[in-house]
């Protein structure tokens, strides 16, 4: 399967999601906020998939995809989040990724990553069709 990053500020869904996603035969490289993401990544290299909450203190969930994808500029990503204003959207889609709404179940999350791994990669669509 795929080597996934994983950035959530909350504790418990950050786990959660990891869990789920190893279960599913991800590789997840799991930690709690941009700063962090962006130094596991430099010690471990490029995650082939990215799941990232939007709302996060400091760099939020948007801002860190836009400097993982310095890097990689087609890295397929997935925001996890509770926030759906119109600007919230917007924000979201013009950052070119998929996004999956909290709360949302191991099975929903799995096929997600899976549509967006490397082998599945096509152009970011909302995944909670």
């Known amino acids: 399967m795929a080597r996934v990053l994983v950035v959530d ?20 490289l799991a930690v709690d906020g941009g700063a962090l993401a962006l130094a596991a990544i430099e010690r471990h290299g490029l995650p082939q998939v990215a ?5 996060m203190p400091g ?3 948007v801002d ?5 994808r310095r890097a990689d500029r087609y890295l397929p990503a997935l925001f996890i ?3 759906w204003s ?3 959207l917007a924000r979201m889609r013009d950052a070119g990724a998929a ?23 096509g152009p970011a ?5």
């Open 9 to 28: 500020d909350d504790e418990d869904v950050r786990d959660l999601v990891a869990r789920w996603l190893r279960a599913d035969g991800h590789d997840v």
């Open 59 to 61: 760099m939020d969930g």
């Open 99 to 121: 996004y999956l709404p909290k709360p949302f179940t191991g099975m929903g999350l799995c096929a997600a990553v899976r549509r967006l791994a490397p082998d599945n990669r």
């Open 125 to 129: 669509r909302d995944v909670t069709r």
């Open 64 to 68: 860190l995809l836009r400097q993982l």
């Open 51 to 55: 799941v990232l909450d939007v709302d």
């Open 81 to 83: 989040t509770v926030l």
């Open 86 to 88: 119109g600007l919230d």
